[in-house]
């Protein structure tokens, strides 16, 4: 009998694909929206395994009304959406999809940095709104970023990316904030997260979301950033406390914020980030290329077949007991 897979949004094809040029029966979620988490509990009912999204809540009751599940292939690299433990304990395995992502996400990180910089928000609303009547001399001033001190607040794979991405394009000065000691390729210099904070000029986040993460940069981190200072978020939306983040944007108490990600997801149209001048909100498009989302559909899939074959694999986070 085949096994059959479950994919809870309509995902490029390349992966159903290869799940079914190797005798899977693949079904996918064809409706323009998540399944509500009861009705993905009741779905996860049919099937030997799952692709899911990062906005899937796949917690402790959805797992013990799911123990049968052999795979969960998380179609992201973060899988903070899944109760890892309680997965461990029922022997389901659990994937990701490292790396694939890490050139799409820094490259959005890197556009972010050059769109506060150069106040490209207020300037486009500027002309939509038919202000635009002449070229003006002291409008829309921001900050080259040539020179600038960068600090990345978690040095991993799509940190480091960014790294090498500002420090070729632009010699920016490179610090970063990691529990290790990391080497890299453009003499960037490890400091503790306040020192970091109080001297660059950008600071970009690529930290994990977990306990000690979650909003932690908060009120006493953001007071101590540089009034001309620009801050990046490409990570996790609830590394921030958004509500401090708003009073410091509205006070000018910094520059500007870039954020691909927020909290919560998606942004209430109402949010006054999006009314803000100096806020640059986009709706989670860090992986949105053709090439990473292939990718990713790939290695999802790719993750299930191993899985099953008890070979293992790539996107492996958890040790089945």
């Known amino acids: 009998m085949k096994k059959k897979v479950f994919i809870t949004r309509s995902i490029l094809n390349d992966g159903q694909k290869l799940l079914e040029q190797n005798g899977y029966e693949v079904s996918v979620n064809t409706l323009d929206r998540p399944l509500s988490y009861e009705e993905l509990i009741a779905m996860a009912k049919n099937y030997d395994a ?31 959406n899944i109760d890892i433990k309680v997965a461990s304990g029922l022997g389901i395995l659990i994937g990701n999809t490292p790396d694939v992502l890490t050139e799409a996400t820094a490259e959005v990180a890197l556009g972010l940095m050059i769109s506060a910089a150069r106040k490209f928000t207020s300037a486009n609303r500027w002309a939509k709104d038919g202000k635009w009547k002449n070229w003006h001399p002291t409008e829309h001033l921001g900050f080259n970023l040539n020179g600038k001190k960068l600090g990345i607040v978690g040095f991993g794979r799509i ?8 420090y070729s394009a632009f010699k920016m000065e490179i610090y970063y904030n990691s529990p290790n000691e990391k080497s890299n390729n453009c003499n960037a210099t490890r400091l503790p997260l306040n020192e970091l904070l109080s001297m660059c000029d950008v600071i970009s986040l690529h930290a994990p979301l977990n306990s000690i993460t979650r909003n932690f940069i908060g009120k006493p981190q953001l007071s101590l950033l540089k009034k001309t200072a ?20 509205k006070n000018q108490m910094i520059f500007a914020a870039g954020l691909d990600v927020t909290d919560p997801e998606p942004l209430p149209k109402e949010s006054e980030l999006f009314s803000l001048s100096n806020s640059f909100v986009l709706p989670h498009i860090g992986s949105a290329s053709i090439e990473a989302r292939k990718s990713m559909s790939i290695v999802a899939a790719q993750n299930i077949i191993s899985a099953f074959k008890g070979e293992n ?3 492996r986070v958890n040790n089945k007991n």
């Open 50 to 80: 799952l692709i899911t999204m990062l906005s899937d809540t796949i917690d402790q009751e959805f797992l013990m009304s799911n123990k049968h599940l052999k795979i969960i292939s998380n179609y992201a690299v973060g899988f903070n």
């Open 159 to 166: 940190g480091q990316r960014l790294a090498d991405m500002a």
């Open 230 to 249: 620009i801050l990046i978020n490409t990570s996790r939306g609830e590394l921030i406390d958004q509500k401090a983040l708003v009073e410091v944007l």
């Open 313 to 315: 694999f790539i996107g």
